[in-house]
């Protein structure tokens, strides 16, 4: 099986679950349950924990990505404070659009850097589809508005996890299923913690998947290192 000729990407990125997943499984647990029922089989992805994908299907038609809204849902042993009250419902809010946006401007950074490939808002014959969400979001030390001035120290900004559904936009049909969790790595000792350190680790593991994606692509249309890989 030869790497090039499978759509093994993520992403981005970034799926909204099947249906039948159930919330009470790990999003591994759920990843496997589900691609053994429609037929995936498992692939190794340099940079990406778990993938499934559809055995031949390739990812050389494609030379455009639409990305749905991505959705971001919180660790349930999340209980975050800040100035000793609970961040409140538009704080989280607006971690979400944040985390969301940060992603988006990722992939679109990656894709289009080299202007082989475009980021579209509609489908077509050419169109790659990811559907994605962040699951498992755990912000250590959020840094949001308060009425107490604090300082938060932490030795890592946090944890998320990528599930994302790669289909093609014109049939609908399903290409690839990935799964991927991403922890800042800690340091060896406490630091000051604050919303740009927070950005910056959402930043460079949104850089990282975006960045795979586009490697796959390449290794696809016999680009560059990643056509040899």
Known sequence: MKLSTYLLPLLLASALAS???SQSKSPAAQTAATADAEGLVKVKVRGLQTVYAVPGAKLAGYDKVMLDPIEVSFAKSWQPQTGGQRI???DKQEIREGLE???REAFTKELTKSQRYTVVNAPGDDV??????IRDLYINAPDVPSATITH????SAGEMTLV???????TGALIARVIDRKKDPEKT?????????????????????????????DSAHGIGDAAAK
């Open 19 to 21: 249906p039948a997943w």
């Open 88 to 90: 409140s419902a538009a």
């Open 101 to 103: 946006r940060v992603l």
């Open 128 to 133: 790659l589809r990811i559907k994605a969400e």
């Open 152 to 155: 938060s120290y932490t030795l």
């Open 164 to 170: 994302a559904e790669l289909r093609d936009s014109a």
């Open 189 to 217: 000792w406490l630091e000051l913690t604050t919303r740009v350190d927070n950005v910056a680790a959402a930043q460079q593991a949104a850089a990282g998947w975006a960045r795979t994606l586009r490697e796959r692509l």
